[in-house]
């Protein structure tokens, strides 16, 4: 049973174009929602998180959305660049177990020149 | 500043072994999870040390453990290793407040590999 799921396995965007990653999930009782990087050979790399209670947080060229009622978030990159070219994965928590954190499967971003 | 350090980055081991693995975390950080991280399963978690206590745990058999030392040092040990075993797993550190949203910051992994 995958609490948290990313279905486009791959996701290929023109380098200064933008990039929307996609995730889903089923729990309604996650409280906190994150965005990690992953880069080859090394660990997840904390990007950006939202509240369940928000429905939108922005830093930088990087913005979650979070649709409640459709149990989805996004993560929107403008403009995308060489340098995002990694896996993203989508994260989900409850407060009481902040650090127990349930991902989604992953969608390798490639940003072409 | 120094991130998480885990150590050794590759082990090579048969079925029915044992093994350690370790973890340092970032210094002030007391919270220490690890997860495993598969092809088939992706990035699943197995458990969380916070002051020396385990504060969260995951799906997993009694085959994995792990505690956490008095200076947040961390190791996680598999015993009756079994080909499925072979995975990244990864440790990862934080504050470990419970506010939600705790950024962790993860290590690079030990890839262990059960033969």
């Known amino acids: 049973d995958q609490q948290v799921k990313q279905n486009s396995p791959s996701l290929s965007v023109q380098e200064g174009r933008i990039s929307i990653l996609n995730c889903d999930y089923t729990?309604?009782?996650?409280?906190?929602f994150l965005w990690y990087k992953k880069y080859p050979a090394e660990g997840p790399t904390f990007l950006i998180s939202?509240?369940?209670?928000?429905d939108k947080n922005e830093d930088g060229r990087f913005t979650v959305f979070l649709n409640k009622s459709a149990k989805h978030l996004s993560l929107h990159i403008v403009p995308s660049q060489p340098g995002d070219s990694a896996v993203y994965f989508c994260?989900?928590?409850?407060?009481?177990?902040?650090?127990?954190?349930?991902f989604g499967q992953g969608t390798r971003l490639t940003i072409n020149p | 500043k120094a991130g998480v350090t885990q150590t050794p980055r590759y082990l090579i081991k048969t079925r029915g072994q044992q093994v350690t693995l370790s973890c340092s975390p970032i210094?002030?950080?007391?919270?220490v999870s690890w997860y495993q991280q598969t092809p088939g399963q992706g990035l699943q978690f197995l458990f969380e040390?916070?002051?020396?206590?385990?504060?969260n745990k995951g799906n997993f058999p009694g085959r994995f453990s792990g505690r956490q030392f008095s200076n947040s040092r961390s190791e996680m040990n598999v015993s009756t290793l079994e080909l499925g075993d072979s995975a990244l797993y990864l440790c990862?550190?934080?504050?470990?407040?419970?506010?939600?949203?705790?950024?962790?910051?993860f290590g690079s992994g030990t890839q262990l590999s059960v033969l």
């Open positions: 990862a550190s934080s504050f470990g407040f419970r506010t939600g949203g705790e950024k962790l910051f």
């Open positions: 729990n309604s009782m996650f409280d906190y």
């Open positions: 939202i509240s369940s209670i928000k």
């Open positions: 994260a989900a928590s409850s407060l009481q177990a902040a650090q127990k954190l349930v």
């Open positions: 210094s002030g950080h007391r919270s």
């Open positions: 040390y916070f002051s020396e206590t385990q504060r």
